[in-house]
């Protein structure tokens, strides 16, 4: 089984269209992330959920919105999508808050490519 | 701010050699870290972590020691192997924070036969 599943695994679309990746954990975590990788494999947070509320939003453009319908799960939907969002968007989890011990769980992550 | 600095790569070595990556933080107070690796097509996983100075982690034959002295954390392998290629990141986290792990930028390793 797989702890964290995102999909797509690709996603290929034009500018200014609007897509939605999934993510889910089967662990029972209560913490969800969001990072986006970049072409030099630089991994940056965007965003993070505990229990369904947001605790981490660092400095996103607000097309990017993450939506957690439960602890299980948290999405992120980016609308008007523009060349820079290329990227490798991976979708995490951890037991707690994540803090000083704890171990994140990563999903495979997602391809974004904006033509 | 907190930052981590990884050498560059990429890195390619011939299997049974040994192993080092540096890494070097800037933190304030005593922040936790970790090494995570990336094997192809799929996410990051924890390799190893140190919590406190002259702390060693160690998982799979890699090993890492917590230097507060130098503000290092470098990664170690006395030997290895073609499946130990992939991408490897330093990290570090302080206090409670939620997850906001801080990156370095990543070192791409490839082992040859």
């Known amino acids: 089984d797989t702890a964290v599943s995102q999909t797509p695994k690709y996603l290929v679309t034009q500018m200014g269209n609007d897509k939605s990746i999934k993510c889910e954990q089967n662990l029972g975590h209560d913490t969800m992330y969001w990072y986006k990788q970049d072409s030099k494999k630089f991994l940056k947070i965007m965003f993070s959920?505990?229990?369904?509320?947001?605790?981490i939003n660092e400095t996103v453009p607000n097309r990017f919105s993450p939506k957690s319908p439960d602890k299980a799960h948290l999405n992120l939907h980016i609308n008007s999508l523009e060349l820079g969002d290329s990227a490798v968007y991976f979708c995490?989890?951890?037991?707690?808050?994540?803090?000083?011990?704890?171990?994140?769980?990563f999903g495979s992550g997602t391809q974004l490519s904006v033509l | 701010g907190n930052s981590v600095t990884q050498m560059e790569g990429p890195v390619t070595l011939s299997e049974e050699a040994f192993l080092t990556i540096n890494c070097t933080y800037t933190?304030?107070?005593?922040?936790?870290l970790f090494w995570y690796v990336q094997y192809p097509g799929e996410g990051l996983q924890l390799l190893l972590k140190?919590?406190?100075?002259?702390d060693k982690g160690s998982n799979k034959g890699f090993e890492a020691t917590y230097r507060k002295e130098t503000t290092s954390f470098h990664l170690e392998k006395g030997s290895v192997q073609v499946s130990d290629s992939a991408v490897y990141f330093c990290a570090l986290a302080r206090g409670t924070s939620y997850g906001k792990l801080t990156f370095g930028q990543g070192t791409i390793l490839t082992v040859h036969p």
């Open positions: 995490a989890s951890s037991r707690g808050g994540g803090g000083l011990n704890e171990k994140l769980f």
């Open positions: 933190a304030t107070g005593y922040p936790s």
């Open positions: 959920y505990n229990n369904k509320e947001l605790i």
């Open positions: 140190a919590t406190k100075a002259d």
